[in-house]
């Protein structure tokens, strides 16, 4: 079939590299693509609102109008910037071979953790576990792409900057000085990258269906149910991270209060095949030992 797909993309340097991975394998298969930046919705218009059709993720909005307007046939996200719900019409059709899930401190060569310093992140999963581990230190807010709090780190007198390790090595701008966070628990689904296609759209469907890791798969679907079941529509400083041994699923997951005082922790495994719904079960049990309180605190917190 002589049918090109459209790969939609927001236009920063990770997220090109994001569909022009998918697009080498696409190709490599034998598929026509062709990339599509997608940089703002001001100029497209629907039918309805964008909460009617259960549009609510500030980094894939743009793209997930551009997919119900007809505009691009799939989509590429860093999957932990995917809402646990997607709009309706749009599924979920391949999750790639996860990279790292660690978060790393990216310093300027002295790091003291035991002296007061400020410590620059825009996650409040990030800030909560670093403050429950380190409270004498301050945290302040960064945002932007990867290149961009690169060098706010460069122009300010912090003593770090938190960052997923795979977004930086995938753009070759790992710097030397970092340090593993072996103890902080990521985002549900950190390191790992989602196709999304229309629901009607079998064409499509079935061409990225063929790039679906298994493992990853599984893996981030426990740890985004387990986002799901906690949050209940609110962000809230929660991490999560499931890993297969041996056909069998090991999850540990957290939820903290957000000034990191609070640190709810929980453990389980179950064989692989039963994973449908364990983030679900490890998150209704947090639920009842203490977590339900803790999400009601943090709503009323962030109002």
Not at 137 to 148: A, I, Q, S
Not at 180 to 195: E, F, K, N, R, S
Request: proline share 4%; net charge negative.
């Amino acid at each position: 079939m002589d049918r090109v797909i459209r790969i939609g993309t927001r236009d920063s340097e990770l997220a090109l590299w994001q569909a022009n991975t998918v697009q080498s394998h696409l190709e490599k298969l034998g598929y026509k693509t062709q990339l599509v930046p997608v940089k703002s919705t001001g100029d497209i218009v629907l039918d309805q609102p964008l909460y009617e059709l259960g549009i609510t993720g500030i980094f894939t909005k743009t793209l997930d109008v551009a997919m119900l307007n007809g505009s691009v046939d799939i989509a590429v996200h860093s999957m932990k910037d995917v809402p646990t719900l997607l709009p309706k019409g749009i599924i979920q059709t391949a999750v790639l071979p996860r990279a790292s899930s660690e978060d790393i401190l990216v310093h300027k060569g002295n790091f003291y953790p035991n002296s007061t310093c400020t410590i620059a992140t825009g996650s409040l999963r990030r800030k909560a576990q670093w403050l429950h581990r380190y409270p004498h230190h301050e945290v302040v807010g960064l945002r932007g792409n990867v290149n961009t709090r690169l060098q706010k780190l460069e122009d300010h007198n912090w003593g770090g900057a938190i960052f997923a390790k795979a977004g930086l090595a995938r753009i070759d701008v790992l710097p030397e000085n970092h340090i593993t966070l072996d103890w902080m628990l990521p985002a549900p689904a950190q390191g790992a990258m989602v196709i999304v296609a229309m629901e009607n759209d079998s064409f499509c469907r079935e061409a990225t269906s063929q790039l679906n890791d298994t493992d990853s798969h599984i893996c981030t679907h426990v740890e985004r149910e387990f986002l799901r079941v906690l949050e209940g529509g609110c962000t809230a400083p929660i991490g999560a991270y499931a890993i297969i041994n041996n056909n069998e699923i090991h999850f540990k997951g957290n939820l903290l209060s957000l000034d990191g005082k609070i640190s709810l922790e929980i453990e389980g495994k179950t064989i692989s095949s039963d994973y449908q719904n364990f983030g679900e079960e490890c998150a209704l049990e947090l639920l009842k030992d203490g977590g339900r309180s803790l999400m009601a605190e943090i709503k009323k917190e962030m109002g």
